[in-house]
């Protein structure tokens, strides 16, 4: 019995969540505090943790390193000090710290990665492809559409007004269009596979446990039901009023 | 009111309860549609089959979370179980602060212990470490001083025999990674492929693919896995049908819907259109 408890919680949210769908309603506001409180609580919980293994496994080991740890604790509770107004300006030292860090870290190599390899690989890339043709017309349009839309975000110079690069800037809006419609694709399939997700989580597919179909009847019922009696209420109510 | 001027005005909710019906038919009663197996899968299995050998060190990350499951979880059970036949070291790790919390699921799912695997020796779980690029970074650098304690028992990672010989990015073999967003493959791609040339194989979302893509085009990533239908094709080739078989009539009879939808708002836009002149 105590097994089931989690089962249906974890049914109740699902349809709290989705409940949105019919509209606003207690349901889906229930649902959908306890899951911010819930994951706020576990993040915090998840950082806590690391912070009390660093502390055990190495940063208690000699003074100096208490003293080190002992100052990131402070620096890390300005954070906090963004709270209140007299003390806000402490809170721009971490997010300095963070903001520093984070792009000295990336701007390594972000120049190699995201930039001078994807040049590379597009100076490589083959305009005939051996036995394969839709390879070939693959490359053949990576060649061309990938400098169309750069050329298009070429605002400088008298050039982007001549007659060459209207057929350019035409290329560029079609592979543009061509790039979002597949990005909106892919985004469909995304959603829907969210969705599929947890409806094998209701209907109880293996390995999914089996009796969250029943909490799934159970709860799509009252939740269904209170929600429309209302709503038929409130209207039979409001010509009367 | 006509019935295409209806059609575009029809309430959403309806819509909505289409979708609903649409997912849960096919579950329900599964059609049993085939499933072609794509470039994308068979270069993941090969990859996974041939270029991962005996004696390798595999990161296996987990880089989302609950919302993330519904597509991944499938993927990344599939993957390990496909990596635990083989006979390399894996270390679990996570950017991602439920990350813990999904590979735990994993685990009740894949036991390694049921392919002979030995915690500690054959794997290890690091859990959660928070910094996001910059703790991926550190972990390239150094494991020991990026991670105290182990996730499971809270121990020193000094007390686990598989860590001796894991102490940076260069005892590495191969990053798998699955994910929804940042930190995701461009900061393994910057502190991992391009400063140590550690191999990676990631597994997205559908969102995140065209963003993929250039990646994969460059050479940087050696095989992507990108949504729910490749995973259910991966499952296909590996001969362990999951979730992702179990739901792939789903995303077809779904996507059907989408465009059915798009094509009968396309005709009523035109022919109301045309009313208005």
Known sequence: MVDLIPIWLCVFFTLGIYSILYRENPWFRIAESVYLGTAVGYAVSQDLLYIRNQWSGQWSQSAGMMLLFA??????????????KSTFYLYRWPLAIIVGTGIGVALKTVIFTQFLDQIIAQANTPFFVAGDLMGTINNILIQIMVPSVLLYFWFTGTTRDSAPMKVVEKIARYTM???FGSAYGYTILTRYSLLIGRSQYLLGIPPNPPEAKLAF?????????????????MKKKTPEE | MSIMKKVQNLDTRIIYLLAWLFVLFPL????GLPIPISNDARNWYNYVENEVNDGDTVIFSLMYGTSGMPELFPMSVATMKHILEKDVKIVVVTFWVEGPLVFDT???????????????????????????????????????????????????????????????????????????????????????????????????????VPGMIPYINSGQMAALMPGLTV???????????????????????????????????NIAYFMTKEDEK
Not at chain 2, 28 to 31: D, F, K, M, T, V
Not at chain 2, 171 to 192: H, K, N
Not at chain 2, 235 to 264: C, R
């Open chain 1, 71 to 84: 100052l990131t604790m402070v620096v890390g509770l300005m954070w906090y000090a963004r709270f209140n």
């Open chain 1, 177 to 179: 269009m061509a790039g």
């Open chain 1, 217 to 233: 009847i159970v709860i799509a019922f009252v939740m269904l039901a209170s929600m429309i009696g209302y709503d038929m209420f």
């Open chain 2, 28 to 31: 329900i009663s599964p059609l």
């Open chain 2, 106 to 208: 994993l685990i009740g799912q894949v036991d390694p212990a049921d392919y002979g695997k030995v915690y500690g020796e054959d794997w290890i779980n690091l859990g959660y470490i928070p910094g996001q690029e910059t703790a991926i970074g550190s972990l390239a650098t150094s494991f020991q001083n990026t991670v105290a304690n182990d996730y499971v028992e809270g121990r020193p990672l000094s007390s686990f025999p598989i860590m001796d010989d894991i102490k940076s990015a260069n005892d590495v073999d191969l990053i798998i990674s699955f994910e929804t967003g940042t930190p995701g493959a461009p900061e393994w791609l910057r502190q991992w492929n391009t400063a140590y040339g550690v191999p990676i194989i990631v597994g997205c979302i559908g969102v995140s």
């Open chain 2, 231 to 265: 995973s259910a094709e991966y499952e296909v080739l590996l001969s362990k049908p999951g979730l992702a078989v179990a739901g792939v009539d789903a995303v077809s009879t779904s996507h059907l819907l989408v465009v059915l939808l798009v094509i009968i708002g």
